[in-house]
């Protein structure tokens, strides 16, 4: 079975700074996706920024990048020039890339305020 | 733009009742999946549903059943409430399955059932 941990409850950070969160998995697929996404106080699952494993390339959306090392399996999440709309808590997910398994599996999330 | 929808948006019930909540899918999307959100946990995953069919199931007992209709729309329901099964329980649409890794799986801002 798939795990994943991200190991920093809560996070702060100055607007206009860089934050990262952390998260590692734990797998022996060798294909899957990663995400990282966000829920505001409406609790809507937000999704910021997704990442095959296959693919070398850290994915970059915006302001959002990730830091994939497949071997460390580890998927952490940058986010530059932090706004205020950022403050929200943010989950790491895995998914297998197996046909049939769509489940995704959540960290227990990050709690990230952002100070003015 | 109709998201995912979800009905109601707070209930309350009594340990030992039966509940049934409501799910709409985005427009466009055929599969849905339902989520357990337990206080300061990520979501489980419960099941998936495409084609009036359970595709997958997690780790949850037969207490839990749900049911697609043929609009897509869906209901889980659950029999003899424990008050452990307080949570916010979540829905995720999504259409073509590649199109979900792509643009990830829509969620709506789920039901908060209390068990008391």
């Known amino acids: 079975a798939q795990t994943v941990t991200q190991s920093q409850p809560e996070m702060s950070v100055q607007e206009a700074e860089t934050v990262t969160l952390s998260c590692t998995y734990d797998?022996?697929?060798?294909?899957?996706?990663l995400f990282w996404y966000k829920q505001p106080p409406s609790r809507q699952m937000i999704l910021v920024i997704r990442?095959?494993?296959?693919?070398?390339q850290n994915a970059t959306e915006n302001r959002f990048s990730v830091n994939f090392q497949k071997a460390a399996k580890s998927f952490s999440l940058k986010i530059s020039d932090s706004q205020l709309g950022d403050a929200a808590m943010y989950f790491c997910a895995y998914r297998s890339a197996n046909f049939g398994n769509e489940k995704l599996t959540f960290g227990t999330g990050t709690r990230l305020t952002i100070i003015p | 733009d109709a998201g995912v929808t979800q009905s109601p948006t707070h209930l309350i019930k009594t340990r030992g009742q039966q509940v049934t909540l409501r799910c709409s899918p985005k427009s466009g999307h055929d599969t849905v999946s339902w989520y357990q959100q337990a206080l300061g946990q990520g979501p489980q995953f419960i099941f998936q549903y495409y084609e009036e069919e359970e595709r997958q199931r997690g780790n949850f007992p037969d207490r839990f059943s749900g049911h697609q209709f043929p609009n897509y729309s869906s209901e889980l329901n659950v029999n003899a409430l424990l008050l452990g099964d307080s949570a916010l329980y979540l829905c995720?649409?999504?259409?073509?399955?590649?199109?979900?890794?792509?643009?990830?799986?829509?969620f709506g801002s789920g039901t908060r059932l209390t068990v008391v």
């Open positions: 995720a649409s999504r259409g073509l399955r590649m199109t979900a890794v792509r643009e990830g799986y829509t």
């Open positions: 990442q095959e494993a296959y693919k070398q």
């Open positions: 797998t022996s697929e060798s294909d899957y996706y």
